[in-house]
C-alpha cells in the first residue's frame, strides 16, 4: 500500500506485544515499513475503533485483514452492522476491502452458502461488490460502481498511470489473478443461490456455516445433522416444548399423580429451565456485549463476577425469607390475613386452616411469581439490547445490570425449588443432589445449543423466545398444580 501516493495509513492491532515481539524476525525492509511517517499504528479493537471513529474521519480504503469467522468474535467483523459501521467512514468513492476462504473450482453447497452469506451481507449496504476468485476470494464493494472493477484493461491503466515499480508485480499479472472465465465464474456460482442467509450481529449465521465448511472439509459425520439443524426453523424447537406440556397434563389426568408427586417433577422442571435461561441469558449478554462494545478481555472476568454476585444475592434473599418463615413470620402473618379475609368473606365462620398446607401454598406463589418474572425477562431482553446498540458505547454498566439481574433471578428460585422439593422428599441429601444436578444439566444445555445453534440461527430474539418458552411451560406447570391445590 504504501508505494502508492497515499498520505496515511492507519494499522489497527489489537495486541501491542505482537508487533514489538516479531519486529526482530522482519527483514529490514518490513521494518522500515512499519517506521514510515505515513504509517500509524492504533492499538486497538478493529471494531471499536470503526465505531468511535464515524463522523470524525473519512478513508479511501478499509482492508478487513482478520481471519475467517469461525467463532463469534470473528464474525463480528463480517455483519451488516460492521459493514454499515465501515461505510459511515468511507469517502464517497471509497472501497471496502474484505477477504475470505473459498474454493478454486467447484462450489459446493457448504462453500456457496459460506461465501454467499458475507456476499448477501455486503449487498445489502453496498450497491457495488465484486469477487475475486481463487483458493482466497477477496470481496472489494463500493458505493461507487466505476471505483471497483475487475477489467484488466482499466486496472492495468491505473496501475500505469501511479508509477508503482516492484519486482513482483505488473500490470501483466492481472491477467493471471483475474482471467475474465473465472471471474464470471465465481459471479454466477454466487448469483444463482437462492435463499442465502444475511449475517448480522443478532443472528450470525456465518459463522454456523463456517462449522459447517470445516465439516464437510474434515470429514466429520456430523453433516447431516447440521444441515437437518440448517434447515430447522424456530418452531422445530418450540414444538416439542408444547408436546412435552400436553403430554405432561394428559400424564397427570390419566394417571390421576398426586399433587406432592406434581410438586417434586414441577421443582425438578422448573429449576432445570432456570438454569438453562440462566446460562443462556448470561451467553447472549456476553455476545451482545461484544458486538456492541468490541471486545471483552477483562470484562469478561467482571460480567463473570457480577452474574455470580446476582446468584449470591437472589440466593441469600430467598434463604433468608426460608429462616424467617420457618421461624414462623413473614408467611405466616400471610397465612393469618388470609385467614381474617376469610373470616369476612364467609359472614365469620368458623374456617379451619391448615398453616403447613398454606406455607407451601404460599411458597408455590413466591415461585410462580419468579417465574413470571423470568419470562417477561426472556421477552423483553431483545429489545432493551436493541436499544442499548443505539446508545453511546461508553455505557456498559447497563449490561452489567442486566447480568446482575439474570444472577438474581436464577438466585432466587434455586433455594425455593429445594424447598418445595425438600417438604414431601424428607431427605436433605437426596434433595439437594437432584435440585443441583438439575440446574447443572440445564445450564449445560443452555450453553451448548445457545452459542452454536441458537444464536446462529435463530438469532437473540429466537433464542430468548425459546427460554421464555421453557420457563412459561414450568410456570404452567406450577400453575396448574396451584389450582389443583385449592380445590383440594
Aim: proline fraction near 3%; glycine fraction near 8%; include cysteine.
Amino acid at each position: 500500500m504504501l508505494k502508492h501516493p497515499i498520505d496515511e495509513l492507519d494499522y489497527i492491532e489489537l495486541d501491542p506485544a505482537l508487533i514489538e515481539s516479531t519486529k526482530k524476525y522482519l527483514p529490514s525492509e518490513e521494518k522500515e515499513v512499519l517506521s514510515d511517517k505515513r504509517v500509524k499504528i492504533i492499538h486497538a479493537d478493529g471494531r471499536y475503533y470503526v465505531k468511535r471513529t464515524s463522523g470524525r474521519k473519512k478513508y479511501d480504503l478499509i482492508f478487513v485483514n482478520v481471519p475467517d469467522p469461525s467463532t463469534a468474535f470473528l464474525n463480528r467483523f463480517y455483519t451488516v452492522q460492521f459493514f454499515q459501521e465501515g461505510i459511515d467512514i468511507l469517502a464517497d468513492n471509497g472501497v471496502f476491502a474484505i477477504e475470505i476462504s473459498s474454493a478454486v473450482n467447484y462450489f459446493g453447497e457448504e462453500v456457496g452458502n459460506y461465501t454467499g452469506s458475507i456476499y448477501q451481507s455486503l449487498r445489502s449496504v453496498f450497491p457495488r461488490v465484486i469477487i475475486s476468485p481463487g483458493q482466497i476470494n477477496y470481496y472489494f464493494a463500493s458505493n461507487s460502481y466505476d471505483t471497483v472493477t475487475f477489467d484488466i484493461g482499466t486496472l492495468s491503466k491505473r496501475y500505469v498511470k501511479r508509477g508503482i515499480k516492484s519486482e513482483y508485480f505488473s500490470e501483466y499479472i492481472f491477467e493471471t489473478l483475474l482471467p475474465p472465465e473465472r471471474v464470471a465464474f465465481v459471479a454466477s456460482e454466487i448469483e444463482k443461490r437462492k435463499g442465502l442467509r444475511v449475517n448480522t450481529d443478532t443472528r450470525p449465521v456465518t459463522y454456523f456455516l463456517n462449522i459447517m465448511l470445516w465439516d464437510k472439509l474434515t470429514g466429520s459425520k456430523l453433516g447431516g445433522v447440521l444441515q437437518w439443524l440448517k434447515a430447522s426453523h424456530l418452531l422445530t424447537f418450540l414444538i416439542p416444548v408444547f408436546v412435552f406440556i400436553v403430554c405432561r397434563f394428559a400424564y397427570v389426568s390419566a394417571f390421576r399423580c398426586g399433587p406432592d408427586v406434581q410438586l417434586r417433577f414441577n421443582s425438578i422442571v422448573a429449576i432445570a429451565t432456570t438454569g438453562f435461561a440462566g446460562m443462556a441469558l448470561e451467553i447472549i449478554l456476553i455476545f451482545a456485549f461484544q458486538n456492541i462494545y468490541g471486545y471483552l478481555y477483562e470484562n469478561i472476568g467482571l460480567i463473570i463476577a457480577v452474574f455470580m454476585s446476582g446468584l449470591a444475592l437472589g440466593g441469600g434473599i430467598s434463604n433468608r425469607l426460608i429462616i424467617q418463615s420457618t421461624s414462623g413470620n413473614i408467611l405466616n402473618k400471610l397465612n393469618i390475613m388470609q385467614y381474617f379475609f376469610d373470616s369476612k368473606t364467609r359472614n365469620h365462620k368458623e374456617t379451619h386452616i391448615d398453616f403447613g398446607r398454606q406455607k407451601e401454598m404460599n411458597w408455590i406463589k413466591i415461585f410462580i411469581l419468579i417465574e413470571s418474572v423470568i419470562v417477561i425477562f426472556a421477552c423483553i431482553m431483545p429489545f432493551v439490547l436493541d436499544q442499548f446498540s443505539s446508545m453511546l458505547i461508553d455505557s456498559e454498566y447497563r449490561f452489567m445490570i442486566l447480568v446482575g439481574i439474570t444472577g438474581v433471578l436464577v438466585g432466587l428460585e434455586f433455594p425455593i425449588g429445594g424447598k418445595l422439593y425438600l417438604m414431601h422428599k424428607g431427605e436433605l441429601g437426596v434433595t439437594a443432589g437432584t435440585i443441583d444436578s438439575a440446574d447443572h444439566a440445564g445450564a449445560f444445555i443452555g450453553a451448548l445449543f445457545t452459542g452454536v445453534i441458537f444464536i446462529p440461527l435463530f438469532g437473540i430474539s429466537g433464542s430468548c423466545i425459546i427460554i421464555a418458552a421453557l420457563n412459561l411451560m414450568s410456570l404452567l406447570f406450577f400453575l396448574h398444580l396451584y389450582c389443583q391445590k385449592r380445590k383440594n
